[in-house]
């Protein structure tokens, strides 16, 4: 069964620290890959996402994700974290129509 | 475009009330997915429609729960009897029908029942 795992449920950094979130699937070939990001009171946003090639993607808000296949993970990384990033980030996977999103880690931005 | 539109956006009600949610979803996307959210279970697929047909829902935690695209423009999630454990976010996605296109999420409608 497509499952997603986020190890860390709550991360703190403190503003103009690096940041990296991780996120690992069991899934029966390679699935597509996104990490999505939900601020207080609101849907999902779309951060980035993997399908093929090249495996460091770039996304919205400064964030990048790495694909590496051999460890089956996905890790959403930012260089410097704004006071503005603090949300829930959740990796979610898929191949056919639907996605399998994991539970989520929120992060807060200390000043 | 305004994006995906649900109503309503909070909604308190009795255990064994009717809950009715509703869903407007972007011009042109032909997938609309619903979730819930909460915090012991995550985010959970109920159901998804593809041009406007039921195609899995596999995620319908019983038989209280029903959901409904009458045309392109709408859909509804239906819940009854409500009961307190159905408390909960429930969020609207739709998409251009790919899971590779970006599901675009509705601001969600925050459900409490008493």
């Known amino acids: 069964a497509q499952s997603v795992t986020q190890p860390d449920i709550h991360i703190t950094v403190s503003e103009g620290a690096s940041l990296e979130l991780r996120c690992n699937y069991s899934y029966g070939a390679t699935p597509y890959l996104f990490w999505y990001v939900q601020s207080p009171g609101q849907g999902l946003q779309l951060l980035l996402k993997?399908?093929?090639?090249?495996?460091l993607v770039q996304g919205i808000k400064g964030f990048e994700a790495e694909f590496k296949r051999s460890q089956s993970s996905f890790n959403l990384r930012k260089p410097s974290v704004h006071w503005s990033d603090a949300a829930e980030y959740f990796c979610?996977?898929?191949?056919?129509?639907?996605?399998?999103f994991g539970k989520g880690t929120k992060l807060t931005v200390n000043p | 475009d305004a994006g995906v539109i649900q109503s309503p956006r909070h909604e308190v009600t009795e255990m064994g009330q009717e809950v009715t949610l509703r869903c407007k979803p972007i011009s042109g996307h032909n997938s609309l997915f619903w979730y819930r959210q909460t915090m012991m279970r995550g985010l959970e697929l109920l159901i998804y429609?593809?041009?406007?047909?039921?195609?899995?829902d596999s995620g319908m935690p019983e038989d209280r729960f029903s959901a409904k695209m009458p045309n392109a423009s709408f859909s509804t999630l239906k819940i009854q009897p409500s009961e307190p454990r159905d408390s909960a976010v429930y969020f609207c996605?739709?998409?251009?029908?790919?899971?590779?296109?970006?599901?675009?999420f509705g601001p969600g409608t925050r459900l409490l029942v008493l």
């Open positions: 993997y399908f093929s090639g090249d495996t």
């Open positions: 996605a739709t998409n251009q029908g790919q899971v590779r296109e970006t599901q675009y």
């Open positions: 429609f593809n041009n406007n047909v039921p195609i899995d």
């Open positions: 979610a996977v898929g191949r056919s129509e639907k996605l399998v």
